[in-house]
């Protein structure tokens, strides 16, 4: 790995362990608040999300920042880190452990390289997605710096697929595989990527959601299906505050046909 894929990787590790420790800190302590499209907010949301911004100010001169908590217009750059600085407040604020602090670099417009740090778990994944950039970069997707590879198996009922809250029209009579939902939009689709569940669905995800866990199911084997518009390229000068981006992950592309009549009673 040259030198330029080692500075990515080397700074997503140490700023998310960094900002990690101090939401530990917090972890189950802080109250939340509303903000207009109904999700929550923290202070240790906002904390985190200064801190990333800071951080890739100094270090990666002229890239572009997409974040959750600050600049939800996507910039007119090559390169543009989007970030989810806590995603879970919910189990963050409730003390239930599964939350992540979620990175996504993107040239172009289209994720390449995706780190995703769940600090309770002690769980570091990372991933490199060259798909059609022309970029040359490693390869693989990492659970604390080892190998990840999404599951072969085909459907059935010892088998596990997410759903998000509002997902659950999917549960019909004859669904392959049992449930869980996980609360974490991030982590949802990436224990697809390690082989722990087959799929997942999110219904209204946002590209801070999923920009880093793009790149790592990719690199992992999995299909990502856009139930919508497909989510990258970004475009330069859009809002995308607002805007979700419905999606079905599954472990290969073979089972897609399985879970895609499951589909129409979910709204998106």
């Given at each position: 790995?040259?030198?330029?894929w080692?500075?990515?990787?080397?700074?997503a590790?140490?700023?998310?362990?960094?900002?990690?420790?101090?939401?530990?800190?917090?972890?189950?302590?802080?109250?939340?608040?509303?903000?207009?499209?109904g999700?929550?907010v923290?202070?240790?949301?906002?904390?985190?999300?200064q801190?990333?911004?800071?951080?890739?100010?100094?270090?990666?001169?002229?890239?572009?920042?997409?974040?959750e908590?600050?600049?939800?217009?996507f910039?007119?750059?090559?390169?543009?880190?989007?970030?989810?600085?806590?995603?879970?407040?919910t189990?963050f604020t409730?003390?239930?452990?599964?939350?992540?602090i979620?990175?996504?670099?993107?040239?172009r417009?289209t994720?390449i390289?995706?780190?995703?740090y769940?600090?309770?778990l002690?769980?570091?994944?990372h991933?490199?997605?060259a798909?059609s950039?022309?970029?040359?970069?490693?390869?693989?997707?990492f659970?604390n710096?080892?190998?990840?590879?999404?599951?072969?198996?085909?459907?059935?009922?010892n088998?596990?697929f997410n759903?998000?809250?509002?997902?659950?029209?999917i549960?019909?009579?004859g669904?392959?595989?049992?449930?869980?939902?996980l609360?974490?939009?991030?982590y949802?689709f990436l224990s697809?990527?390690?082989g722990?569940?087959?799929?997942?669905?999110?219904?209204?995800?946002?590209?801070w959601?999923?920009?880093?866990?793009?790149?790592i199911?990719?690199?992992a084997?999995?299909?990502?299906?856009s139930l919508?518009?497909?989510?990258f390229?970004l475009?330069?000068?859009?809002?995308?505050s607002?805007r979700?981006?419905?999606t079905?992950?599954?472990?290969?592309?073979d089972?897609?046909p399985?879970?895609?009549?499951?589909?129409?009673n979910?709204?998106?």
């Amino acid at each position: 790995m040259n030198d330029f894929w080692n500075t990515i990787l080397d700074f997503a590790e140490t700023t998310t362990t960094r900002v990690g420790k101090q939401l530990m800190q917090d972890f189950g302590k802080v109250q939340a608040s509303q903000k207009s499209d109904g999700s929550l907010v923290t202070k240790s949301d906002k904390w985190a999300d200064q801190e990333i911004r800071d951080a890739i100010v100094s270090t990666f001169s002229g890239y572009g920042i997409l974040s959750e908590e600050s600049d939800q217009t996507f910039p007119n750059t090559e390169w543009c880190w989007v970030i989810d600085p806590l995603d879970g407040t919910t189990n963050f604020t409730r003390g239930i452990p599964i939350w992540s602090i979620s990175l996504g670099l993107l040239y172009r417009g289209t994720p390449i390289f995706g780190y995703v740090y769940a600090p309770p778990l002690n769980q570091a994944f990372h991933g490199f997605w060259a798909g059609s950039s022309g970029l040359t970069t490693p390869t693989g997707a990492f659970l604390n710096n080892h190998p990840i590879h999404t599951s072969k198996d085909a459907p059935s009922k010892n088998h596990f697929f997410n759903l998000c809250s509002r997902s659950t029209d999917i549960i019909q009579p004859g669904f392959p595989c049992k449930i869980r939902m996980l609360g974490v939009a991030s982590y949802n689709f990436l224990s697809v990527a390690t082989g722990a569940v087959l799929g997942g669905i999110e219904a209204t995800p946002k590209v801070w959601d999923i920009a880093g866990a793009w790149v790592i199911v990719q690199a992992a084997g999995g299909t990502w299906v856009s139930l919508n518009s497909e989510s990258f390229p970004l475009s330069p000068g859009m809002d995308y505050s607002d805007r979700s981006f419905p999606t079905m992950v599954v472990s290969n592309s073979d089972i897609v046909p399985t879970f895609t009549p499951f589909l129409e009673n979910v709204k998106f």
